[in-house]
């Protein structure tokens, strides 16, 4: 895949040495992936956007995000690469899911971390399918086919930042039964159903306004752990912390996704459904912490991947979605270690 590094352009300070640079100085093309590190996919698609009759404009969010994260402080260790982006330009959505979860795959094999920028939050079902295709070669790898002996099923703990739970079923009739951005934690669920995986998904900053009886019923039925907008206050804020300890504590590696519309309208009005209350980001960042300190008996970063939806430059004021976002895979690539 052909990758533009033209959008990483940015201030330089060449008076400051090493210690004055930017990630637009740093951040280097896949093919010249030397060692392992962290590689950025794009992930260009407002397909499953518009299936979810919301308003588009989120496929122009890959680039959007890079240029304002070109120009952010470099104060990382590990090496940054573009693997560059898949687009959806012809309304094949499984397709362009199924070419995300192959280069999520390859990345993982190649010991890189994974940070993708959506696109609606159907990137959420391209991003998974590279874990879990991953995971099952790696099962083949180490188990073998023939000897008889039951594999260990991985524990892939989902931790979404969202307004919604995205676990909408495919609507009925449809032969095909064709997803968006409304299903892809169904369609996850399914995934692990199928390979008799445990479904391990945790859904934070809920508008129980936007998410009917019947997605919470389910979410019950499922074994999600949730917590609703306006149960996410400082007050609340160990409790949750603790609940989100245990849920790590009980996985093998995790899976993080944030939907920008988790946040409220005044700090992220470029999406594609703005949240009338939303989640503080003072409250969101302790959170976060939680999870990116998650380490492995090995003593390497939980999270195989990382990615954000729903960011909509067309309604963004002043790159103000931007910037957040930008801070967000900043904050995440500084822990991936």
Not at 209 to 232: H, I, P, W
Request: proline share 5%; net charge negative.
């Amino acid at each position: 895949m052909a990758v533009d590094m033209h959008v990483w352009q940015g201030r330089t300070d060449p008076e400051d040495g090493a210690k004055g640079l930017r990630w637009h100085q740093k951040v280097q093309p896949a093919d010249q992936a030397n060692e392992q590190g962290i590689m950025i996919l794009g992930f260009a698609c407002d397909e499953g956007v518009s299936r979810n009759k919301g308003r588009t404009g989120a496929y122009d969010a890959p680039v959007a995000i890079r240029k304002v994260l070109a120009n952010l402080a470099w104060h990382h260790q590990e090496p940054v690469y573009d693997g560059g982006d898949i687009s959806c330009n012809d309304g094949n959505l499984e397709l362009a899911q199924h070419r995300l979860g192959e280069d999520v795959c390859h990345a993982l094999r190649q010991r890189h971390k994974v940070m993708v920028f959506g696109g609606g939050h159907e990137v959420a079902w391209g991003s998974f399918q590279g874990i879990g295709n991953y995971l099952l070669q790696k099962q083949h790898a180490v188990d073998g086919s023939d000897n008889g002996e039951p594999r260990k099923a991985p524990r892939i703990g989902i931790i979404n930042f969202d307004a919604h739970f995205d676990l909408r079923n495919p609507p009925a009739g449809t032969q095909s039964q064709k997803g968006s951005s409304g299903t892809p934690f169904h369609q996850i669920a399914r995934f692990c159903e199928m390979n008799n995986w445990p479904f391990r998904y945790a859904c934070l900053g809920l508008s129980r306004t936007s998410n009917t009886q019947a997605l919470y019923e389910k979410a019950d039925a499922l074994g999600v752990l949730y917590r609703d907008d306006e149960d996410m206050t400082q007050a609340n804020l160990p409790d949750i912390q603790e609940s989100l300890g245990q849920f790590i504590d009980q996985c093998d590696y995790l899976y993080l996704t944030i939907d920008l519309d988790v946040f409220p309208a005044a700090t992220a009005p470029g999406v594609s459904a703005p949240a009338a209350r939303g989640v503080s980001f003072d409250i969101i960042e302790p959170l976060l912490k939680t999870i990116l300190a998650a380490k492995t008996p090995q003593g390497n970063s939980k999270i195989l991947v990382f990615d954000m939806a729903e960011y909509n430059p067309r309604f963004d004021i002043d790159n103000q979605t931007a910037r957040l976002a930008a801070r967000l895979a900043w904050t995440v690539a500084r822990n991936l270690r």
